[in-house]
């Protein structure tokens, strides 16, 4: 394959483009659900193709095919020069790209324990046992597990003289349990809502989140949801658990930060941001103790990888400094705006979708605070725990995210339970609110395996580092 | 496009020569580009070969799902084994019964070479006059435009053999201002359907309508509803509320409300594939013919949708609409429609005495609460003032929260007229929808612009 790909970029070479990548992945996956006992779906899927993308006199174009024969690469590649052709159409200024370094390189992700060599049975049981332990407490009428593990192979080469390898094993999972009463129900879930947690990781991190241990909890917890009263709408002090930190720190800072996204290329869709360019180094994004980076080497986060899908050497930049907002997400098509380089955050879904500035791991940088700390130190307020809903305006201004569960703060103590707690904001008054960061201790990367980008629409895998933090003067609102 | 004999002759006997009990296949064939462009520059311009087989079978009452996009001898028996391999390994589901017989389906004309063969450079010309309108006055436009052919056959051992060839087309475009934004789509499976001059003209005065929006407070006000913002509510309470999972799990709005009145009496609700005034398809990824199913009828809460797994816990029957086989979820609508009115978006703005019209929404969620159906989103691309029967002005846009129970109880119109609008699983389907007028409808946040 790799002469294929060799003699297509010759070729293309000799067409005169001004630059040319081809990426050949092969993605296998494996799915399990478990419901209430019964399993809903094991399916397993192997996915392969090619995609090539092509900029000619300053305009892109790209095509891509399953079909890996000779021919068939160099009809790709003269459809993709047709369709840049046809781009140029419209073309005012012709795009130049950001210089980049050669690489011949291969990078294989952390995996101790193969995830497509557990057995099925061993994986099954797992799930099931986490339904019956779910299924004890009375009251629960739906115990969801799901496990998910995907391998990604890629071979990517560009005209410049880059063959990078890389090899990435993916591996997540969780468990929720639903609690109905007199036609309402309610929810908890482990480690995460929508599915759970993710790594670049092996099976270890399945093993490692010992979702069997806290089955009890979450059950308990939906029921007693169901008892407890709506949270009262108030302006209040909010600590907000880590893995609902992770999708505030994902829809008010990661999405507003991508270059593309700024420049208006994501309006039609996804939107725009309110994170202009003449914004670089003057907003007062948050306080001074919110410290922000993308990093695209944490180790085991589900955004991490060796080079992004052009080509560039995974590497870490800093987002938001002491509360003041210094840098974005780039490709080297956007980069040379501000006279840079890529900071590697083009990644596509696969071989047939275009390489897009998507979010890596985009962390919050732990605080000094333990999470106990934030509690005691809280006279009024509340603890928020655990995504239940999220939407934000397209600017990525106003928010609004529902939690799982709420609990009220008072004199330092966690007390009454609280249902259906909704909080809202706008993105930069909120952010410099925050006065509490959880430390390192209560620091973990969250992987987000469902972020939405693009026509056609691109599934993106993405991280969050974050610990707890707390936030002054937060509007909450009832669902009611 | 590989065609029907092509694709019967390739799958066919690897079904018959199975060695499971029962052997199911669904293939997705098909090619696609889509352009897309920002400030009036296309920026993306992207085609795509790709196909998909699935492969379910079944010992005994253990099941297996594998699939493939690899088309090669080696690359299908890999597919089957891993999905046997599987199987051999599974629980038992109780509720399989066997896999679908054969039954007829209905003809429909779903493909249109035209469409088929649109090539990039015709597209790029299309766009090219939608930028050169909106510079007249001095707007930029994003968007895109996908047009692309897809073939979808589902055979299995007990002599199933569907096939149906599609095509699709897809516009959207939102005209930009420095301060304002209208946004105007369409959908089709023959391109020659779609008016691209009517909708930049929509976009663009939508954009100079809105320019300068001034900012409104939150609170309850009279909402006439675009058909892309009605469509948009429609596909969440599709998600939450109108498959057998849902129903059967009690999250939906329907579970425990069958005959109940939900909304009002002028609301119906239904799936119906094989109305060829939308993208019809006529049978489900079983290959199962679809059936009209009533979600909602005169404001009546009727039913769900459901697949030959889910039909067995609520003692019914499958309905046709089994999504592809890898997928948990089931059945869901695809084919979704609300009944139209006797008015049209004119006469519905010229009743309002005050209220707020919304082109479309952007990023809302319903899993607030979906027992009442409760959902959160913002309003974009063109949000209008209304008074004494008239745009008064644009408006910075606002969040609303709020129960669909509540809000499609509260319509008073429904245009005649409906609009089909795109969603994720266009090429077997799409939303077909009028515009709303609903009363006392809850914004409960603004944004600053």
Known sequence: ?480 | MTGREKIFSLLSPIVKKSPADQTETVIINGQAGLTRYANSTIHQNVFEVNSKIYFRVALGKKIGVAATNVLSKDGLKKALGDAITIAKNQRETADFQGLPDKLPYKKLKTHFKKTANLTPLQRAEIIKKIFEKAAKHNLTVAGAFSTGESEIAVINSNGVACYQPVTSANISMTAMSDNSSGYADDLARNVDDLDFDQLAETAIRKCLDSKDPQELQPGEYTVILEPKAVAELLEWMNYIGFGAKSFQDGTSFLSGKIGQKIMGGNVSIYDDGNDDQSMAFPFDFEGVPKKKVFFVQNGLAKGVVYDTLTCVKDKTKTTGHALTPDTAERALGLNLFIKGGDTNLKKMVESADRGILVTRFHYINGLIDTNNAVMTGMTRDGTFYLENGKVKHGIKNLRFTESMLKAFSNVEQLSRQRKLIASWWSDVGCITVPAMKVNRFRFTGKTSF
């Open chain 1, 1 to 480: 394959m790799k002469e294929i790909i060799k003699e297509t970029i010759a070729w293309l070479k000799k067409k005169g483009v001004d630059y040319a990548d081809i990426r050949q992945v092969k993605r296998i996956s494996e799915s399990i659900k478990v419901k209430n006992r019964e399993v809903e779906a094991v399916s397993k899927s192997e996915d392969v193709g090619f995609g090539i993308r092509v900029l000619y006199k300053g305009a892109w174009g790209f095509a891509s095919s399953n079909i890996l024969s000779k021919g068939e690469f160099k009809r790709i590649a003269n459809l993709a020069l047709q369709i840049a052709r046809a781009s140029s159409l419209t073309q005012k200024e012709p795009v130049r790209l950001a210089e980049n370094e050669i690489h011949k390189d291969k990078y294989v992700s952390p995996c101790q324990i193969d995830p497509f060599k557990v057995s099925l049975d061993e994986k099954l049981n797992l799930l099931i046992n986490a339904c019956d332990l779910m299924l004890k407490k009375p009251g629960i009428k739906v115990a969801d597990t799901t496990l998910n593990f995907f391998r990604s192979q890629q071979l990517f080469a560009n005209t410049e003289g880059s063959i990078i390898e890389q090899v990435i094993t993916e591996s997540g999972g969780g468990a929720t349990a639903t609690a109905a009463r007199n036609g309402e129900t309610q929810w908890r879930s482990y480690p995460n809502s929508h599915g759970g947690d993710y790594a670049t990781r092996g099976y270890e991190f399945i093993q490692e989140m010992e979702l069997l241990r806290h089955m009890e909890k979450i059950s308990n917890e939906a029921v007693a949801l169901l008892s407890a009263p709506d949270c009262p709408a108030q302006e209040t002090t909010v600590v907000i658990s880590g893995n609902q930190m992770a999708l505030q720190v994902h829809e008010s800072c990661g999405h507003p930060i991508e270059l593309d996204r700024v420049l208006g290329m994501e309006i039609s869709l996804a939107g725009g941001s309110f994170m202009t360019p003449d914004k670089l180094g003057n907003l007062q994004y948050g306080s001074p103790k919110v410290n922000i980076y993308a990093d695209a080497t944490t180790p085991g986060g589900l955004g991490s990888f060796g080079y992004d899908d052009e080509g560039v050497k995974a590497q870490r930049t800093e987002i938001i400094k002491e509360g003041r907002f210094v840098g974005y997400l780039t490709s080297r098509e956007t980069a040379p705006l501000f006279k840079q380089k890529s900071n590697g955050t083009m990644r596509a879904d696969g071989w047939n979708r275009i390489p897009l500035i998507r979010m890596t791991n985009i962390n919050l940088a732990p605080g000094d605070a333990s999470l106990e700390n934030l509690i005691a130190d809280t006279k009024q307020g509340l603890y928020l725990d655990t995504n239940k809903s999220w939407s934000i305006d397209d600017k990525r201004l106003n928010f609004q995210f529902a939690a799982e569960a709420a609990w009220e703060i008072k004199d330092g103590k966690k007390g009454q339970m609280y249902k259906n707690p909704i909080y809202t904001g706008i993105t930069p008054d909120f952010w410099n609110t925050c006065d509490g960061i959880g430390n390192q201790s209560e620091w973990h990367v969250w992987g987000v395996p469902n972020c939405g980008k693009g026509e056609p629409m691109q599934t993106m895998h993405v991280g969050h580092g974050v610990s707890p933090a707390r936030f002054t003067r937060v509007k909450i609102g009832g669902a009611k």
